[in-house]
T-cell receptor, first 114, second 111 residues
Framework: GENVEQHPSTLSVQEGDSAVIKCTYS??????FPWYKQELGKGPQLIID?????GEKKDQRIAVTLNKTAKHFSLHITETQPEDSAVYFC?????????????FGSGTQLTVLP | KAGVTQTPRYLIKTRGQQVTLSCSPI?????VSWYQQTPGQGLQFLFE???????NKGNFPGRFSGRQFSNSRSEMNVSTLELGDSALYLC??????????FGPGTRLLVL
């Protein structure tokens, strides 16, 4: 079945530094790639997404890049702050029968050290 | 707009019992998906409902079932609970196909 590999599983950075999380996927038909942030005791919150017709998208300190040829996409957080500490999940859509199914990576625990 | 709501937030059951969880999607959203989240398996897709019909199903046993009502609210049911069913159950809604917005989840503990 479809698999999304996410690395690293844990990431610690100093406040103000940048953080990068990478995901690879196998289904070349995937065309939608969201990133979610999950804080303790809460459900995942969509922070940014990208569709396959663009290579990069930015929203303030957060950016996502997509390389369809290599089948990988990355989340970039600049000027990290303590409130960025959370678990981050990448995801993509792949076809399951006649419907599309959202598949998640295993998550990255990001810790921003003050 | 109000977000996705899930009830109850916490639940304790014993093995062999059954449980029903409820999800109210964002107003106007017609698709509701359910996920199981555990430390060992991560986020796993259970099923998706759209306009009262199950549109997609993950790889879970038949003890897991769901339904959707005409107002798009959805319920999922787990029968004959097992210890391994302890998890955070998340519901997500979307307009049709695309961006999914998650609720806070229902934490189920099976003793």
């Amino acid at each position: 079945g479809e698999n999304v590999e996410q690395h690293p599983s844990t990431l610690s950075v100093q406040e103000g530094d940048s953080a990068v999380i990478k995901c690879t996927y196998s289904d070349s038909a995937s065309n939608y790639f969201p990133w979610y942030k999950q804080e303790l005791g809460k459900g995942p919150q969509l922070i940014i997404d990208i569709r396959s017709n663009v290579g990069e998208k930015k929203d303030q300190r957060i950016a996502v890049t997509l390389n369809k040829t290599a089948k990988h996409f990355s989340l970039h957080i600049t000027e990290t702050q303590p409130e960025d500490s959370a678990v981050y999940f990448c995801a993509n859509y792949f076809l399951s029968g006649s419907a599309r199914q959202l598949t998640f990576g295993s998550g990255t625990q990001l810790t921003v050290l003050p | 707009k109000a977000g996705v709501t899930q009830t109850p937030r916490y639940l304790i059951k014993t093995r062999g019992q059954q449980v029903t969880l409820s999800c109210s999607p964002i107003s106007g959203h017609r698709s509701v998906s359910w996920y199981q989240q555990t430390p060992g398996q991560g986020l796993q897709f259970l099923f998706e409902y759209f306009s009262e019909t199950q549109r997609n199903k993950g790889n879970f046993p038949g003890r897991f079932s769901g339904r959707q009502f005409s107002n798009s609210r959805s319920e999922m049911n787990v029968s004959t609970l097992e210890l391994g069913d302890s998890a955070l159950y998340l519901c997500a809604s979307s307009w049709e196909v695309g961006t999914q917005y998650f609720g806070p989840g229902t934490r189920l503990l099976v003793l």
